[in-house]
């Protein structure tokens, strides 16, 4: 059985930084493409980075040069570093896993505040 552990989101002041972490468990981590979706309310889930099993990355538009995601196979656990919060940051983060012929996973969310 696949899971998805979310942790690391919480309260921020606008500038500031906020590590996620997204572990997993029941599945071959190292061939995963593992990537951080994230949504605000009333507004459709969207990518914020991805990164492949050979640890090509790509990330959204609005986040490039402020967030970096990053994996540590030893661990089953991928990362999404968030430097330079804006406000319009916030929103429900959601690991999600992609696995070669055996489909897509999803974590629980972990919310994630951007306020004075």
């Known amino acids: 059985q696949v899971q998805l552990v979310e942790s690391g989101g919480g309260l921020v002041q606008p500038g500031g930084s906020l590590r996620l972490s997204c572990a997993a468990s029941g599945i071959i981590f190292s061939i995963a493409t593992m990537a951080w979706y994230r949504q605000a309310p009333g507004k459709q889930r969207e990518l914020v980075a991805a990164i492949s099993s050979g640890g090509t990355t790509d990330y959204g538009d609005s986040v490039k040069g402020r967030f970096t995601i990053s994996r540590d196979n030893a661990k089953n656990t991928a990362y999404l570093q968030m430097n330079s919060l804006k406000p319009e940051d916030p929103g429900v983060y959601y690991c999600?896993?992609?696995?070669?012929?055996?489909?897509?996973?999803w974590g629980q969310g972990t919310q994630v505040t951007v306020s004075t």
């Open positions: 999600k896993m992609a696995i070669p012929f055996k489909g897509t996973y």
